[in-house]
């Protein structure tokens, strides 16, 4: 059974960073992307950044482009999510994320509230 858990949200004011974390475990992940998505209050969950299993390859969702950056580290079977420069719209519960390509799930973890105030 595949679990995927995350940490590192929190409350931070406007400009402020957070990284998040997300740790894989269950299977093996080999040739998985692994990626964070987010859902604000009444909004569509939607896609905030990928990486391909060898980290050779991140993909970035225009909002978050140039301010978060996303890294992996296979031998923990750990995927993260450095975000600067924050904005009151980052605000959401952060998913992590596990699928065949990128902004696909097959897996889920439990999100992490991240709040951003002005």
């Known amino acids: 059974q595949v679990q995927l858990v995350e940490s590192g949200g929190g409350w931070v004011q406007a400009g402020g960073s957070l990284r998040l974390s997300c740790a894989a475990s269950?299977?093996?992940?080999?040739?998985?992307?692994m990626g964070w998505f987010r859902q604000a209050p009444g909004k569509e969950r939607e896609f905030v950044a990928a990486?391909?299993?060898?980290?050779?390859?991140?993909y970035s969702a225009d909002s978050v482009k140039a301010r978060f950056t996303i890294s992996r580290d296979n031998a923990k079977n750990t995927v993260y999510l450095q975000m600067n420069s924050l904005k009151p719209e980052d605000t959401a519960v952060y998913y992590c994320?596990?699928?065949?390509?990128?902004?696909?799930?097959?897996?889920w973890g439990q999100g992490t509230q991240v709040t951003v105030s002005s």
């Open positions: 269950g299977r093996t992940f080999s040739s998985y992307v």
């Open positions: 990486i391909s299993w060898r980290g050779a390859r991140t």
């Open positions: 994320a596990l699928g065949r390509t990128v902004g696909t799930a097959d897996y």
